[in-house]
């Protein structure tokens, strides 16, 4: 009876996915060993950091189950509005078929990119980021661009810039967790990508465009939980309640929008077992991609040593491939604004 009362609580904890959250700590010196590292773990960490909580002790975290349960009724009624469902993008299928017609030039690309000022403005700022900028100097051209990086690298870059507006709408005290989000989603999508063409030797861009739509569908997921904090009755913004939203509606949200924009059946087979315990294929590479992104992120941010970070990506991977993949997430200190 005491436990069906709990369960009845606004606050009470629930039961997530991952069942330990190693204590954030900052970075530890040089030939110190760091604590332990449960790498199951580390999506939550990034997480929990994001939302400015890192250093609240995770039994501390109290979790709203009513702004819970109405941000997951808003987010999988039928009639989703198109606040939460972003329409696909008009100029996605026409990118996609020229980029994957061999015989269409870098000028015939450039100009359906350059239809779009937003479009193009966003993509030479993703190809001078530092996860993706191949030269010194940056690229001043979409042509350009399109010859430097070829085919394979425009269609992952173009699929970033359409969703970025959408992952960067965010204001307020929810700006900054944007940001970082963006971060971790890009990074995500391109350790996913390396993962699936490399090991699993699945399609890498189809890899990017799932991890790309996880961190679409978890800015969604937040933007349902700010629509909610809002109605009356008024409630404060606990980010143990908003990590259990991420938790619970980023996957589910993101199968839905892979449905609504008619992407392949591998894609949403994989966003559908992104959270297997034995995923295998494009889902493991997900995994994969949502880990070493952590990693990065919390080295980045002081909250995790490299020896820890790839200590924990070598639980889980060949350590040569952990050792390639480190290094491909820390191409730069971070992803230029």
Same mark, same amino acid.
């Given at each position: 009876?005491?436990?069906?009362?709990?369960?009845?609580?606004?606050?009470?904890?629930?039961?997530?996915?991952?069942?330990?959250?190693?204590?954030?700590?900052?970075?530890?010196?040089?030939?110190?060993?760091?604590?332990?590292?449960?790498?199951?773990?580390?999506?939550?960490?990034?997480?929990?950091?994001?939302?400015?909580?890192?250093?609240?002790?995770?039994?501390?975290?109290?979790?709203?189950?009513?702004?819970?349960?109405?941000?997951?009724?808003?987010?999988?009624?039928?009639?989703?509005?198109?606040?939460?469902?972003?329409?696909?993008?008009?100029?996605?299928?026409?990118?996609?078929?020229?980029?994957?017609?061999?015989?269409?030039?870098?000028?015939?690309?450039?100009?359906?990119?350059?239809?779009?000022?937003?479009?193009?403005?966003?993509?030479?700022?993703?190809?001078?980021?530092?996860?993706?900028?191949?030269?010194?100097?940056?690229?001043?051209?979409?042509?350009?661009?399109?010859?430097?990086?070829?085919?394979?690298?425009?269609?992952?870059?173009?699929?970033?810039?359409?969703?970025?507006?959408?992952?960067?709408?965010?204001?307020?005290?929810?700006?900054?967790?944007?940001?970082?989000?963006?971060?971790?989603?890009?990074?995500?999508?391109? !350790? *996913?990508?390396? @993962? &699936?063409?490399?090991?699993?030797? %699945?399609?890498?861009?189809? /890899?990017? $465009? +799932?991890?790309? =739509?996880?961190?679409?569908?978890?800015?969604?997921?937040?933007?349902?939980?700010?629509?909610?904090?809002?109605?009356?009755?008024?409630?404060?913004?606990?980010?143990?309640?908003?990590?259990?939203?991420?938790?619970?509606?980023?996957?589910?949200?993101?199968?839905?929008?892979?449905?609504?924009?008619?992407?392949?059946?591998?894609?949403?087979?994989?966003?559908?077992?992104?959270?297997?315990?034995?995923?295998?294929?494009?889902?493991?590479?997900?995994?994969?991609?949502?880990?070493?992104?952590? !990693? *990065?992120?919390? @080295? &980045?941010?002081?909250?995790?040593? %490299?020896?820890?970070?790839? /200590?924990? $990506? +070598?639980?889980? =991977?060949?350590?040569?491939?952990?050792?390639?993949?480190?290094?491909?997430?820390?191409?730069?200190?971070?992803?230029?604004?």
């Amino acid at each position: 009876m005491v436990w069906l009362w709990l369960r009845g609580r606004d606050d009470a904890p629930q039961p997530r996915r991952r069942v330990y959250v190693a204590p954030a700590v900052a970075a530890s010196p040089a030939g110190t060993p760091g604590p332990a590292i449960c790498a199951d773990d580390l999506q939550r960490r990034f997480l929990l950091s994001a939302l400015g909580a890192a250093e609240i002790p995770a039994d501390a975290l109290r979790v709203q189950r009513a702004v819970v349960d109405d941000v997951v009724a808003a987010l999988s009624r039928a009639d989703l509005s198109s606040r939460y469902t972003p329409r696909r993008p008009n100029l996605l299928p026409q990118l996609i078929q020229s980029v994957n017609d061999s015989t269409a030039s870098s000028r015939s690309i450039a100009r359906i990119i350059g239809s779009d000022a937003v479009l193009a403005a966003t993509l030479l700022r993703i190809a001078n980021s530092p996860l993706y900028r191949l030269q010194q100097q940056d690229v001043q051209s979409i042509e350009r661009a399109v010859t430097l990086i070829g085919n394979d690298g425009i269609r992952q870059i173009i699929s970033a810039a359409l969703v970025q507006p959408v992952m960067e709408s965010a204001s307020g005290v929810d700006a900054e967790f944007a940001r970082l989000l963006w971060e971790y989603t890009l990074r995500v999508s391109l !350790a *996913a990508a390396d @993962h &699936a063409r490399s090991v699993e030797r %699945e399609d890498g861009f189809a /890899a990017q $465009l +799932a991890g790309l =739509l996880l961190g679409l569908s978890a800015a969604m997921a937040m933007q349902a939980a700010a629509d909610v904090l809002v109605r009356p009755p008024l409630r404060t913004r606990e980010p143990g309640t908003l990590l259990d939203i991420l938790e619970r509606c980023t996957a589910p949200t993101a199968v839905r929008i892979a449905e609504h924009w008619k992407l392949s059946a591998a894609i949403v087979q994989a966003l559908k077992q992104v959270d297997a315990a034995a995923a295998t294929g494009l889902a493991r590479s997900l995994q994969i991609g949502q880990l070493a992104a952590s !990693a *990065a992120m919390l @080295h &980045a941010q002081g909250w995790m040593s %490299e020896a820890d970070a790839c /200590a924990a $990506l +070598a639980s889980e =991977l060949p350590e040569h491939v952990a050792t390639w993949l480190w290094k491909r997430m820390n191409q730069a200190d971070g992803v230029q604004e």
